[in-house]
């Protein structure tokens, strides 16, 4: 039924000179490209995520790149391949008709749009201009270049692994910009009860990162581009910047009191995240202790320790939520002080 109301709507991605073989996906869905592939037809108005990996012709697949891009009613993309740089470019000739070539186009895959609309509700093209690379394209692999100061950092460098990570720098063109979460360097100054307080309770750090990204809104586009990025962009990093995203705000006590629309927001989109991960994905390979069950332990106990404090509405979805969590993935929340932070501070 979908299909049939987007059949004559929707926008159009017009690609050029893909090889035979480049593996290029949408969203949720990837494909092998075929002789006659030429783009995409029929998708929805919105945000979306193009992906691709070149593949050499001895089967080796490269690293993934993709970009978002915020698509119209009725627009045409048109983009061309790069066999140099083995990317997508923008196009200088445009498809006057892109029905004359229906039959190269294939359609959005709609059996996963709910899906991905889940994924991606609060994403703007406003947060996607703060976080995104300035050059749009996200790449797997860290897009390297010379360090002109290699000769002056490579004295400085003990190991063999050093020495050679002080040739090269991270090209900024190619960077994602999320908010810098750094608790560590935020305690600085912090002595005796204060310090101990800012690190059980990283309210001052949520508010600091609703100011830095603009407002709850963007921390939460944020956290959604965060796990779209690793997901689908295969990226590490934007999986570093969830994980730590996700305990800063499960472990902000008073902001819990202050932001309850905002913390049902957060529950909802961790309960669609959750649902694309296997059981085990967030276990520590060492320690076997689980990063998702610690942060959640503590979220959920303020949820306990402070109810009467909080919106009603909170702490049942709350429950709920933790219920779900106890019955289809088997974690076990315990409501124990034993595992709270303490911190002691030592003679100079």
């Known amino acids: 039924a979908v299909v ?28 092998t490209v075929g002789p006659k592939f030429m783009g995409l037809k029929m998708v929805p108005p919105g945000v979306h995520f193009i992906f691709y990996s070149a593949v050499s012709k001895q089967g080796t697949v490269a690293p993934r790149s993709g970009f978002f891009y915020t698509f119209t009613e009725g627009e045409v993309v048109c983009k061309d391949w790069s066999a140099v740089e083995e990317c997508l470019r923008t196009s200088t000739d ?115 990162l609703m100011g830095e990204c603009g407002g709850e809104a963007e921390v939460l586009a944020e956290l959604q581009i965060s796990f779209l990025v690793f997901l689908l962009g295969h990226v590490y990093s934007a999986f570093d910047q969830w994980k730590q995203m996700v305990d800063t705000l499960c472990r902000a006590r008073a902001a819990l009191k202050t932001r309850p629309e905002f913390y049902k927001l957060f529950i909802r989109i961790l309960h669609f995240h959750l649902k694309e991960t296997p059981s085990d994905f967030f276990v520590d390979i060492v320690s076997r202790d689980n990063f998702l069950v610690s942060c959640l332990g503590e979220f959920f106990r303020t949820l306990c320790d402070e109810g009467e404090g909080l919106e009603e509405s909170l702490v049942s979805r709350g429950t709920k939520f933790k219920g779900h969590l106890e019955k289809h993935f088997d974690w076990e929340f315990i409501d124990s002080e034993e595992d709270l932070p303490v911190v002691v501070e030592l003679p100079a």
């Open 94 to 208: 445009a498809v006057q008709d892109p029905r004359s070539i229906d039959t190269h186009l294939a359609a959005y895959p709609f059996q996963h749009y709910q899906r991905w609309c889940s994924l991606s509700s609060h994403v703007t093209c406003a947060s996607l201009a703060r976080v995104q690379p300035p050059n749009i394209l996200i790449h797997s692999a860290t897009a390297l270049l010379p360090n002109p100061n290699a000769a002056e950092d490579t004295k400085s460098a003990v190991t063999v692994e050093q020495k050679l990570d002080a040739n090269f720098i991270a090209d900024t063109q190619n960077s994602l910009r999320f908010a810098k979460l750094d608790r560590k360097g935020a305690s600085k100054g912090r002595t005796g009860a204060d310090l101990s307080s800012f690190f059980i309770d990283t309210t001052d750090t949520v508010e600091w």
């Open 4 to 31: 049939s109301t987007q059949s004559t709507g929707g926008a159009f991605l017009i690609i050029k000179d893909m090889p035979v073989g480049t593996e290029f996906g949408v969203d949720y869905a990837s494909w």
